[in-house]
């Protein structure tokens, strides 16, 4: 797997005013969209139910296919159960990988769970820091 984050793995992440942003890098398995809440889940600036921005355009998916999807949807609705409501933003510039996403997004429906998929970043921070949707 080839990668451009700076410490060569294939997901970073950071928490900035009141977001998470999760950030893909290179060729991206399904295992490596599961295993990155191991990074997450235990950094003190974490809040359950934080608006959270999946960002893909420097990634690619196209070794993840329609069974990886409904295996990372069960993960994700597994370790967000008893979150509060909040909103995921994926951006993602590849055709294949917004359908993909579109497909996570169906898959992945729970209560209090708003998903959408964009293919512009600016767009995707401005919906997830509508009103209401920070936790702090």
Excluded at 41 to 67: K, N, Q
Aim: charged content about 20%; glycine content about 8%.
């Amino acid at each position: 797997m080839t990668s451009d984050s700076p410490d060569g793995t294939p997901v970073s992440y950071h928490i900035a005013d009141g977001i998470l942003h999760l950030e893909y890098h290179g060729e991206i398995t399904a295992d490596d969209i599961i295993n990155v809440r191991a990074a997450f889940l235990p950094d003190p600036g974490f809040v359950p139910g934080m608006p959270c921005l999946a960002d893909l355009t420097d990634a690619s998916m196209a070794h993840v296919g329609p069974a990886d999807i409904r295996r990372v949807a069960a993960h994700w609705r597994a370790m967000a159960q008893g979150w509060p409501p909040h909103r995921t933003a994926v951006v993602t510039i590849l055709d294949r990988d917004f359908g993909m996403a579109r497909l996570y997004g169906s898959v992945a429906q729970r209560p209090g769970l708003e998903l959408q998929v964009f293919r512009d970043r600016t767009a995707a921070l401005l919906w997830l820091r509508q009103a209401g949707h920070i936790v702090s």
